[in-house]
């Protein structure tokens, strides 16, 4: 380290610490950040509240990937750099925003010979450097190190429109480039400011990425990198997460990171009561192909009425050549009604018809703030007791809707027991109690008892 103590430094990114027990089963996993100080090493044994890692919260470093000498390139003071004092009189250089977007401020270790070791580390803006040019270093000291902006979130009222973004699914002021595919990285030109980042698939694929002026790049030509990886400092956004990773990891990371805010503060809420909110946001998904049903395109349906209308064109057939019969080219009949009128064409010798299996739709999970979901919901009593009563209402109305009570919301407001937990349907009619005495009781109770 900066002390000449020899130390183990993490050099990669998503690095991960399990603890095992003797029989080979985890306890505890932990994320290892990048440049974090390790205390232990592979395979030892160590007692419980021992420390394993340590790592400043507040910075960013960025670390020197190979031993060598420091060459500083696009540095010009008053352009690309200023000189600021820092504590004890020491002065440091930081980066700042260049007005020539052509200039790249970045750091490269090369050799006695000046042979590049290690490619160009593109400096973001607010970069403060702890090196001089041409200081020798040892592979694992700090380069560079970035604040980060973060303390303004430590105390509630920081969190709370943290929570807000999450809950609403806003998309973050300030995201971060996330990869869609597994690849090595290889860079590109840099134009006005702008990196291009081509991720080269092992099927052939590749996906070029932009990474806006300023931002710090996170990941290093050559590395490998699955999907859903950020190519750059940000926050993430949901929808990209969505997009990439599924509806799963969406879930995952909505409640870690709600659970986050409140964590800091101390407060311990169970996961359940977030999932249900979560569960909610989820609730409906966008049709990318109609297939034969009545959907149309992009119609954003009920997760639940997706798959019943699924589920009833698969007891259905299409007609496609009508024979002898009465049926129209192109109608959805019921697959038995269908068969019994081939039976009784061919008992008659007549021509029989043609049918083909119907299409079923497929869909694109979504992902909806709580204010749009609540007001998209199928029950308009659920709606109405939200926000803009007297629309949804009319609307209701006018359009002769029918609320079947399917939801949480609906139930509780009209004073019925909530399709959740023992109020399930399936369990309403279950009879609790002693074997002998469900025997006693069951003739006059008759169907009651399952």
Avoid at 37 to 63: C, H, M, R
Avoid at 251 to 276: A, F, M, S, T
Wanted: aromatic fraction near 6%; glycine fraction near 8%.
């Amino acid at each position: 380290d900066e002390a000449g103590v020899e130390v183990t430094r993490c050099m990669v990114r998503h690095a991960k610490l399990f603890i095992m027990d003797k029989d080979g089963n985890q306890n505890a996993s932990f994320n290892v950040p990048y440049g974090s100080t390790i205390f232990v090493n592979d395979g030892d044994e160590v007692p419980a509240k021992k420390i394993l890692i340590k790592w400043d919260p507040y910075t960013d470093i960025i670390l020197a990937r190979e031993t060598g000498v420091v060459s500083l390139k696009d540095f010009i003071e008053g352009e690309t750099y200023v000189v600021e004092s820092v504590e004890g009189g020491k002065k440091q250089m930081v980066v700042v925003e260049a007005r020539d977007r052509k200039l790249s401020p970045h750091i490269e270790i090369v050799d006695k010979t000046d042979k590049i070791l290690a490619g160009g580390t593109i400096l973001p803006v607010k970069a403060t450097l702890v090196v001089t040019d041409k200081q020798k270093m040892d592979r694992g000291q700090t380069l560079v190190k970035i604040p980060k902006d973060i303390g303004k979130t430590r105390d509630i009222t920081g969190g709370l429109p943290r929570v807000a973004e999450l809950f609403e699914a806003r998309k973050p002021a300030n995201p971060a480039v996330m990869t869609e595919i597994n690849g090595t990285i290889r860079f590109g030109d840099t134009k006005r400011g702008v990196r291009k980042i081509h991720v080269m698939g092992v099927d052939g694929e590749e996906r070029t990425y932009s990474i806006p002026y300023g931002k710090h790049v996170i990941v290093h030509e050559g590395d490998y990198i699955n999907a859903g990886t950020n190519l750059c400092e940000g926050a993430i956004s949901p929808d990209d997460i969505l997009h990439v990773l599924g509806p799963a990891a969406v879930r995952d990371y909505l409640v870690n990171e709600i659970q986050e805010v409140y964590r800091l503060q101390g407060v311990k809420i169970n996961d359940k009561h977030i999932e249900v909110i979560v569960g909610q946001m989820m609730q409906k998904v966008s049709v990318k192909d109609p297939g034969d049903t009545w959907f149309l395109e992009e119609d954003r349906v009920a997760k639940r009425d997706f798959f019943v209308e699924n589920d009833r064109i698969f007891k259905m057939v299409i007609v496609n050549e009508v024979g002898d019969s009465d049926l129209e080219p192109g109608s959805m009949i019921d697959r038995a009604e269908f068969l019994e009128i081939n039976k009784d064409l061919k008992a008659d010798g007549q021509e029989l018809a043609t049918y083909r299996k119907p299409k079923p739709a497929t869909f694109e999970p979504i992902l909806m703030g709580i204010t749009r979901a609540s007001l998209n919901t199928e029950s308009f009593i659920s709606a109405a007791s939200f926000q803009e009563t007297t629309r949804v209402l009319t609307d209701a109305s006018t359009a002769g809707k029918t609320d079947y009570l399917q939801g949480l919301k609906e139930n509780v407001a009209v004073g019925r027991l909530i399709p959740a937990g023992t109020g399930t349907p399936g369990f309403r009619d279950i009879l609790v109690g002693a074997h002998d005495i469900g025997e006693e009781v069951a003739p006059e109770l008759g169907d009651a008892v399952a």
